[in-house]
Structure formats: structure tokens, C-alpha cells
């Protein structure tokens, strides 16, 4: 069964967030950038309105922002985030710099958080990447889009290609999503792809990604995932 990540910018989205059924509630600004981070003292806070919900609740996620594959400022800024009690913080892998040098750097951090490294469909992303990933403990990974005016991922990739990332990783015990301007029509093609979760932003805001969050547009994201839950 494919999971349901929603993308929130404040705590009253991370409740409408989890009210609407989503299984991973990710903490991103999509006002700073296509991977912004949330500022820290929010951060704190939302961790603790994650803490006060009962179980089961929805996994909690973060991202690190949009940042140069430099070790030292990626393993700071997700050091940041998992200090305060992010369960999983997601990195994304953004062209040039040094990206095995940052997997090393993030290895002693995998002992305490589940790291998930996203690759950019439109900014040259190297799958061949995988098996240090793999190698380096990260948890998961993804693939999202960078420009979120550049017409979503299935326009960067095509579905075979998103299939075989899946594959791959999965074979190398890795958790696997697959985001980048989604809309629900794209929630049949993907789910037959076998991703662990799909993530969400834009097609749960009215109007665009940096607004409101939708309550009835996560409900109809959650309907269109249920629907695809195979027959027991
Ligand atoms: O991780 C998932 C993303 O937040 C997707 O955002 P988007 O749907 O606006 O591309």
C-alpha cells in the first residue's frame, strides 16, 4: 500500500495534515525554496505538538533547505534539525559540490535518524548514487522536483524510469517515494509503480503551493490513495 506524505507549512496545517489521513507529515516551507526549511523554533514546536498526539499517529519528517552538497553545511544543517527530534530528515541532492563526501559526513548521524536523500528529476539527478547511499545508512529516498514551475516530475521523468529507481532501491533495502507537483491523476499511474509513500504539496493547497492547505483537497488525495489499496 502506498503511503500518503503531505507536505506542511505551519501547525495547523501538520493538524489539518494528520486529521486528513496523511501518513507522513513533512515539515517544508515552500515559501524558502523547493526543499525550505522550517525555522528552528517552529521546528521545536511542531515536534512537540507531534509528541502530544496519541498513537498511532503519522510519521514526522523535515528538510534541511535548499543547500550545496558541501559535508560541512549539509551534516550542520541536518544536525539542526535532528537535535530537536525530527525522526527523519530529508536532503536533497542538488547538482555540483561533493555528494559522497556528505553521505560519509551524515553517517554517524544515521544512528539516531532516519536520513532520506531526494533526488531533483530536473537538476541532473546521478541514481547511480544508490548504492552509497545504501552503503552510507541513509533510510529512504525519493525523487522530487526542483522548479515547481518546470511541469512536475512525470514531465522530467517518465514512469518506466520512476519505476526502475523504485526497483533499485528497494532492492537495496531502501525506503522509496516519488513527489514533484503531483496531482491526483497522477495517483493511479504512481501507486502502480510500488513507491512506499507519495508526497504532496502543491495539489493540497487552494491556489498555489505556497498557500493554504485544503482539507478537502487532502481528503481527495487520501480517497484517490485508498482507492488503490489492493483487495485484502
Ligand atoms: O515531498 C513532497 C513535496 O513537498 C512535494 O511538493 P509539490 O507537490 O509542491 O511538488
Same mark, same amino acid.
Given at each position: 500500500m502506498t503511503g500518503f506524505l503531505a507536505s506542511v507549512a505551519t501547525l495547523d496545517e501538520m493538524e489539518a495534515a494528520r486529521a486528513g489521513g496523511a501518513d507522513i507529515v513533512d515539515l517544508k516551507d515552500p515559501a524558502r525554496g523547493a526543499l525550505g526549511a522550517w525555522e528552528i523554533k517552529a521546528l521545536q514546536e511542531a515536534v512537540s505538538l507531534w509528541w502530544s498526539w496519541g498513537e498511532p499517529k503519522p510519521m514526522l519528517s523535515a528538510t534541511i533547505g535548499?543547500?550545496?552538497?558541501d559535508p560541512e553545511d549539509v551534516a550542520a544543517a541536518v544536525e539542526r534539525v535532528a537535535s530537536k527530534g525530527v525522526p527523519m530528515v530529508k536532503i536533497g541532492l542538488f547538482p555540483g559540490g561533493d555528494p559522497l563526501a556528505c553521505f560519509q559526513a551524515l553517517l554517524p548521524l544515521t544512528e539516531r535518524t532516519r536520513l532520506i536523500a531526494v533526488f531533483l528529476a530536473?537538476?541532473?539527478?546521478?541514481?547511480?548514487l544508490l548504492p552509497e547511499l545504501a552503503g552510507c545508512g541513509f533510510a529512504g529516498v525519493m525523487i522530487d522536483t526542483a522548479?515547481?514551475? *518546470? @511541469?512536475g516530475l512525470r514531465k522530467q521523468i517518465d514512469d518506466g524510469a520512476a519505476g526502475e529507481f523504485v526497483r533499485r532501491a528497494r532492492a537495496l533495502g531502501l525506503m522509496t517515494g516519488l513527489a514533484g507537483?503531483?496531482?491526483?491523476?497522477?495517483v493511479g499511474p504512481l501507486t502502480a509503480l510500488g513507491p512506499d509513500y507519495l508526497g504532496f504539496r502543491g495539489a493540497l493547497? *487552494? @491556489?498555489?503551493?505556497?498557500g493554504r492547505m485544503s482539507p478537502q483537497a487532502v481528503a481527495r488525495i487520501r480517497s484517490a490513495l485508498d482507492a488503490r489499496r489492493p483487495a485484502a
Open positions: 535548499d543547500r550545496p552538497m530536473d537538476a541532473e539527478p546521478d541514481f547511480d522548479d515547481k514551475t *518546470s @511541469g507537483s503531483l496531482k491526483l491523476e497522477d493547497c *487552494s @491556489g498555489v503551493r505556497t
